[in-house]
């Protein structure tokens, strides 16, 4: 998974490791201060599931691409000054301790840096279609309850749905 040579969005999928080191030099620009770089990484449990030992993501593949451009877009709407926006995600077995999902923002300060990489990370969870299996000593199961995938454009600033 390399990055885009000839624009400031990088978005993919990949059942390779996600390569977070190329993903937060490639954000990095001159005129750009605050290089903000989220790693969602596999956990060993979640909530009433001890022992969590892999995580399986499946994705709506047609789906993906144009929903996170769509976020990089609103992402630009809101914070016009923001520099280059990465949104991967994996796919397929992503063994614990492993990064599911990198999200990486520049901007010319930290605090659009920061509110701009949170709302992506929040905003691809509500509107991008990837779920995920997880399998612990208990069983397995697809998440733990549905949830309704949205547009990017209908969310509040602070990542809630707008009202």
Request: proline share 6%; with cysteine; hydrophobic share 45%.
């Amino acid at each position: 998974m390399n990055p885009p040579t000839a624009t400031e969005v990088w978005t993919g999928l990949s059942e390779a490791a996600l390569p977070l080191e190329k993903v937060l030099a490639w954000a990095g620009r001159e005129d750009c201060g605050g290089v903000v770089l989220f790693s969602g990484t596999a956990r060993n449990h979640s909530e009433g599931r001890p022992g969590v030992t892999v995580l399986e993501y499946e994705a709506y593949q047609e789906q993906v691409a144009p929903r996170l451009q769509a976020l990089a877009d609103e992402a630009r709407i809101r914070w016009p000054d923001i520099g280059r926006v990465a949104l991967l995600h994996r796919v397929g077995k992503v063994a614990i301790g492993e990064s599911a999902v990198v999200v990486a923002v520049s901007a010319p300060h930290r605090s659009e840096a920061f509110a701009a990489a949170r709302f992506c990370i929040d905003t691809l969870k509500a509107t991008v279609p990837i779920w995920k299996k997880e399998a612990w000593a208990g069983g397995e199961s697809w998440g733990l309850e549905a949830q309704h995938i949205t547009d990017a454009g209908s969310l509040r600033p602070s990542g809630g749905l707008a009202g």
